[in-house]
């Protein structure tokens, strides 16, 4: 049985560290940004933007922050992919919109929507409620099962995550498209919010340098844990 292209990306996947200069195809991006718009986020809040940096200006300064790495500086395509907190009521709101224009809502997608998605997210000034909704919902589940209710620190968590769902499933779309990639981590979180002018609330979750690997792209061969330390069974 011939191995399934799913599997075939997931095994070819690597991290490569030098490019060759050959420029990503714009339908290849947009067909791959489309795959990473459909990854699986919080609520489905969806709180990720790809910023993807053309200006030469911008991508010399980008390159410098993210301190002259390798791949950043050879690839041919670098792209922020921001964690955006700040804009749960907009894409809540369109949610709903999105809902109400195929019929009725049902009333648990209203109360979802419209009362519980509010209370997580609401923390007040300078994050005054977070600490009160966390200890509210800890009390709670000594009697009984309870989500997190969530400080302000719980919520980046959250986004974080979901970000990086769509970092995993950008990154598997490029190596089915023929493309490879490198997230990086290793930038100043200061100098890059400024040059990308992230509103309060957005911040870089990493960077990702795109196109295709060169003869010496791969560094080393890959080392996996052993299955036993990464899988358990209770």
Known sequence: MPEPLFFSAVESRRTVRDFLPDPVPQEVLDRCLDAARLAPSSSNLQPWEFVVIRDPKVRQAANAACLDQMPAKTAPLLI????RRDTWRRNRDEILRVFESRGPLRPSQAAYYRKIIPTIYTTGPLGILGPVKRLASRAISLFKPTPNLMAREDLRIMAHKSTALAAATFMLALRAEGYDSCPMEGFD????????GLPRGAEVNMFLAVGKRSEKGVWWDRVLMPREWAVREI
Do not use: D, E, F, G
């Not at 922020?80 to 964690?83: G, S």
């Not at 979180?189 to 990308?196: G, M, S, T």
């Open 80 to 83: 922020a992919l921001v964690t």
């Open 189 to 196: 979180p200061w100098r890059v919010k400024a040059l990308l």
